[in-house]
């Protein structure tokens, strides 16, 4: 007697799995309606009934993997997925999501503009991987078919320069991982590694490393080693630099410079979908009074808005990305911004000065804004904001706040994440009446 049984998948669940027909039961990589054999140690042995949205991956890794959940997904079906864990997180916390959720894709491999892969020795050679999936051990992988070509070719490159060139093997033994970051048309990238923090080097070494790079990548532009703790990540410092600083990169008409180690949005295909969501209506630019750019970043928004705006305030707690963006804000207006602060000190100094901007942008990381940041919001009572959202849960627990002053007026489902449980969302509020 078989101690297999059949299990039918019922929803899909923030996180990449499904719930099934048994309660106890939620598993990974299968879909919506198809009935599965599963063993009593949940893993599945085979799909009895499949879903006509089931598809081939691209990736040999897919599944062992832990940087992708819905490689078996059509693209279309990954968007209905999205919509629907959306619907149910908003419902969880009393939110009405609207009726027609807008949603925004587009190519679904290829589309990261950035990589960190980790670094190890295996049987006496250097490979390049990520974790394997629910486990913090090291996956050697061959390809990783959502990156940008260029990332995964210089960082094939590294490997290779490694084998023959004494100052590149140093500094790949002395990182535990490796960042690449390329501009918008794949003809710049910049390599970080992240090493150990008493890591020491002979004089010249990194340049020596990177003009190797120079001479069979011409596209590497700029090499960089920072300290790293290992159980704390990055310290903010660098043990050496060589090549650019940074990189110049263009969504529509707009070129950002982004300084090394410098958050920007990953999708190179979606970005321009993005600043258009959040800075215009119906095509035409945003206008108005004094908009506020919180968790501005290098300024992705606050310079679109800044066209339409008498002045805009960008907020943003990282020093460097501050810098990068007053750098720019600074020569098209004296009225405008940029501010190095954390969203919740500025806005806490907003109330005592009684600022009551025409437009607030949010983009937040997954933590959300935060029970404090929309109560000061809602004694700020801006005639509108635009809520940019990495997590839909913490984006759900923000909007069930703000709902007490606002209505959605439009969401958008933005696909900047394919082959992932991850989703972008931009919402548009409306002050009540």
Known sequence: MSDNKQVRVMEPL?????????????????????????????????????????????????????????????ASEQLEIRR????????????AAPADIAAHGGEHYGYRNRIRLRIEQVAGEFRLG???????????????????????????????????DRDAEFWLAAASEMELFCNDDLTRVQITLLCAPRTKAKQGSLTRFFKAMQRVAPQTVGLAAIASDPRTGPTGRTLDAVGAAGLSYRVRDESYWISRGGFFQVNRFLLGKLVGLVCEVEG???????????????????????????????????????????????????????????????????????????????????????????????RLMPREMIYVSCDPTTLARDLGMLQRGYRIAAMHLVDLF????????????????
């Open 14 to 74: 923030y996180g990449g799995a499904s719930a099934t027909s048994d309660p106890h039961v939620v598993l990974p990589f299968v879909l919506q309606g198809e009935l599965v054999d599963i063993a009593l140690n949940g893993e599945v042995l085979r799909v009895v009934e499949t879903s006509p949205e089931r598809v081939t991956p691209k990736c040999p890794h897919f599944g062992t993997c832990g940087g992708c959940q819905y490689q078996m997904v059509s």
């Open 84 to 95: 629907e864990i959306l619907r149910a997180e908003l419902g969880a916390a009393n939110v």
């Open 130 to 164: 990520y974790n394997i999936r629910a486990t913090t051990e090291f996956l050697p992988i061959t390809t990783c078919p959502i990156a940008a070509p260029a990332l995964w070719s210089v960082a094939e490159t590294v490997l290779a320069v490694a084998g023959q």
């Open 284 to 378: 035409k630019a945003r206008t108005g009074i004094l908009a506020w750019d919180l968790y501005a970043g290098v300024g992705l928004f606050s310079r679109v808005l800044a066209r339409g705006f008498t002045q805009v305030v960008a907020v943003e707690s990282n020093p460097t990305a501050t810098a990068d963006n007053r750098a720019v804000l600074s020569k098209l207006s004296p009225e405008h911004q940029a501010i190095h602060s954390t969203t919740l000190d500025f806005l806490r100094t907003a109330i005592l000065q009684r600022e009551r901007p025409d437009l607030v942008v949010l983009d937040p990381p997954r933590a959300g804004a935060g029970i404090e940041a929309c109560e000061l919001l809602l």
């Open 418 to 433: 394919p082959q992932t449980f991850h989703m972008e969302t931009v919402v548009v509020l409306e002050r009540k009446k």
